[in-house]
């Protein structure tokens, strides 16, 4: 039999009934088996569980985060690309509007040239038009004045047109201005 | 004094040894064992049982308020003592430790809580008990590791010391691991709540006294006695809570060093 308190010099070192012994190890043991068989395992699943969900949000946000860099990168070639197409049709409406100038201001050319030419033809036409006219006239008029004047008869004509003819030489070899003097 | 002191009162003054006397339940039809301190006991287990219960109850992985209590308790025991001091094989002793704990602190607290009022690791049978069971377990990791002549060897001879010296080195070093560990470690235990206990009896049934006299007691006159006894009550509730502390403290310190015992026994020899 095991000494008990009181009854030994080692006072309250001892338990009082030894039965304290077996109730605490008992006990303990209950509180053992009910914490290793449901606490520990509850919790540890919990934080199982935890770490888990906190490594998935971490893998999807990772995901995310690529196809967002993904798509910026796709969205920058495209905005480069549309830089460069709009840097081109700026170049051609550039050359284009360029040609075009250069084409209108040679039609232009072209036109007053035409113009130029036309009025010219015309103006030479009626000049010959009218240097006929007055040859025919002029040569009459003389003639007449010149029989009345000479009281001779001019009616030959071979004469009478080989004066006009020198005297309209004459007339064309002075200057234009002269002319109506 | 027997005139002074009523004599309920006077039975119980000065405290002492007997104050920490268990009252059998129905003594005469059962036996003496069957006492207040056995049924706290017992009451503790469905405390400490009832509470990891609750905190356990639809855990999710988002804490609440009451999940986040339950975990820093059980972090506490987990990651402050098992993880840190055990590494990477805590888990196989995770369940051990916190059993230790909760169970050693409840009763503790029972020192200032509840119908009790008294601290059951004051009674020592129950503080041997943990001490054997610490002493088993850390032996036995050591054993189921070392082997039983590998274990013997890691504990009492450490690494480096010349040959020479080995037959002071080896008694010694079983005396230190081997046998003083449990009594020290249920001696710090029991000898702090019997102390605290024994403290604040003396504050409270003294203030008591004192605050109850109705004659002069040694020269000092009633309403000085009177006085003494308010002052007295008053600075029990320092001690209370003082007492609160040490519960705690006791509890987390037996449950550092067994898991201290159990991770130098199962150390990879040097």
């Known amino acids: 039999m095991l000494p008990l308190a009181g009854e030994s010099p080692l006072g309250p070192l001892l338990p009082e009934h030894w039965e304290e012994f077996w109730i605490g190890l008992a006990l303990f043991a209950i509180v053992y088996f009910a914490i290793a068989k449901f606490i520990v395992p509850k919790f540890e699943q919990t934080y199982a569980e935890r770490t888990a969900a906190i490594q998935g949000g971490i893998e999807k946000a990772e995901a995310a985060q690529a196809e967002a860099s993904a798509a910026l990168e796709e969205y920058r070639a495209q905005l480069a690309t549309a830089r460069d197409e709009a840097s081109r049709i700026r170049e051609e409406a550039k050359t284009q509007g360029a040609a075009i100038i250069a084409d209108m201001r040679q039609q232009a050319a072209d036109e007053s040239n035409r113009m130029l030419a036309n009025a010219k033809a015309q103006i030479d036409a009626e000049r010959a038009a009218a240097v006929n006219a007055l040859r025919t006239e002029v040569g009459g008029l003389a003639t007449t004045l010149a029989g009345r004047i000479v009281g001779e008869s001019l009616d030959d004509d071979e004469r009478a047109r080989r004066t006009v003819d020198r005297f309209i030489a004459d007339l064309e070899q002075q200057p234009a201005g002269v002319e109506h003097a | 004094m027997g005139g002074v002191i009523p004599p309920l009162e006077a039975e119980f003054w000065p405290p002492g040894e007997h104050s920490f006397d268990s009252r059998p339940l129905l003594p005469g039809v059962l036996p003496d064992w069957v006492n207040n301190h056995a ?58 430790l916190v059993a230790l704990f909760s169970f050693i602190w409840v009763n503790n607290l029972f020192g200032q809580f509840f119908l009790f009022m008294f601290p059951t690791m004051s009674k020592i049978g129950y503080v041997w008990a943990l001490a054997l069971i610490a002493w088993l377990v850390y032996n036995g990791a050591g054993i189921r590791k070392h082997g039983f002549f590998g274990y013997l060897k890691h504990a009492t001879l450490p690494a480096g010391v010349p040959k020479f010296l080995w037959w002071l080195i080896i008694p010694l070093e079983f005396l230190s691991n081997i046998i003083v560990r449990p009594l020290t470690l249920g001696l710090r235990l029991f000898a702090n709540l019997f102390a605290g206990h024994l403290v604040i009896v003396v504050f409270v049934v003294g203030g008591t006294l004192l605050l109850t006299a109705t004659e002069p007691l040694a020269g000092f006159s009633v309403p000085l006695l009177t006085t003494a006894g308010v002052v007295s009550l008053l600075f029990s509730f320092a001690i209370f809570a003082l007492e609160l502390l040490i519960g705690a403290i006791q509890a987390y310190i037996f449950t550092v060093l067994t898991a201290q015992y159990v991770a130098s026994a199962i150390a990879e020899d040097h």
């Open chain 2, 39 to 96: 049924f706290q006991a017992v009451f503790s287990v469905v405390l400490v049982i009832l509470f990891w219960w609750w905190m356990t109850r639809r855990q999710t992985i988002v804490p609440g308020r009451k999940q986040a209590v339950g975990e820093m308790l059980y972090d506490l025991i987990r990651n402050g003592i098992a993880r840190d001091i055990l590494g990477p094989q805590f888990r196989a002793y995770l369940p051990f």
